[in-house]
């Protein structure tokens, strides 16, 4: 158990779906971070939010849009997605923004058809 | 070139064998980590480090920043290290924001 909780685990969606992954942290981070990870590649960021406000964008396509509602919670909006998106989408959180240890989630493994 | 090169990209060790993990990378660093993701996705850190030498349990990570390269050492392996070994460096200067990720080198461990 790392303390950050990713929901759904697995999500199976077409292209012309809408849908949202959840990720909630009750570690009192206050940096909070998307990854995606596709097969044979490394950990790419995409979003990092800090104390709410996001701080970066790492030229991650408009059909992603991520939501931090309070330092605890963290969205990830999916519509019209390609089936290239599909891969393990990993929320992290840190005390501080890269400067203390990441604390993963499971992840959620995406699949777009 | 990826800045961040891990080896063995896989090995595979008996049980109670002594593992090495290199990581070598091309750019300064405040601090360099390492992570383990087993089967399933999840990721848990098992260091972080910008000096020295840092252990835990069985697990050894070292970095000699002059070379650009650390270590994760595992003593007396056991199956259920059988995992994916993640570096990552946190490059220095710049937004300071940044990780870079290494492939990750897939260790098995067979009894």
């Known amino acids: 158990e790392t303390g950050v909780t990713q929901t759904p685990r697995h999500l199976v969606m077409g292209m012309t779906n809408k849908k949202s992954l959840k990720c909630e942290q009750h570690?009192?981070?206050?940096?909070m971070y998307w990854y995606k990870q596709s097969a044979k590649k490394p950990l790419e960021l995409m979003f990092v939010?800090?104390?709410?406000?996001?701080?970066e964008n790492n030229s991650v396509p408009s059909r992603f849009s991520p939501e931090c509602p309070n330092s605890s919670h963290l969205f990830l909006h999916l519509h019209t997605l390609q089936p290239e998106d599909s891969a393990l989408y990993l929320c992290?959180?840190?005390?501080?923004?890269?400067?203390?240890?990441?604390?993963f989630g499971n992840g959620t493994r995406l699949t777009v058809t | 070139k990826n800045e961040v090169e891990q080896s063995p990209q896989n090995l595979t060790a008996q049980e109670g064998e002594f593992i090495t993990i290199n990581c070598s990378y091309s750019?300064?660093?405040?601090?360099l980590h390492w992570l383990q993701q087993h089967p399933g996705g999840g990721i848990v850190s098992l260091f972080m480090?910008?000096?020295g030498k840092k252990k835990h349990g069985r697990l050894i990570a070292t970095i000699n920043i002059q070379e650009k390269h650390s270590s994760l050492h595992i003593t007396a392996s056991h199956p259920r290290d059988s995992a994916v070994y993640i570096c990552?460096?946190?490059?220095?200067?710049?937004?300071?924001?940044?990780?870079?990720f290494g492939k990750g080198t897939l260790l098995t461990v067979n009894p």
């Open positions: 992290a959180s840190s005390r501080k923004i890269f400067g203390s240890p990441l604390h």
């Open positions: 570690l009192g981070h206050n940096a």
């Open positions: 939010y800090n104390f709410k406000e996001q701080t």
């Open positions: 750019v300064g660093i405040s601090a």
């Open positions: 480090l910008s000096s």
């Open positions: 990552a460096v946190r490059t220095s200067g710049g937004s300071n924001y940044k990780l870079t």
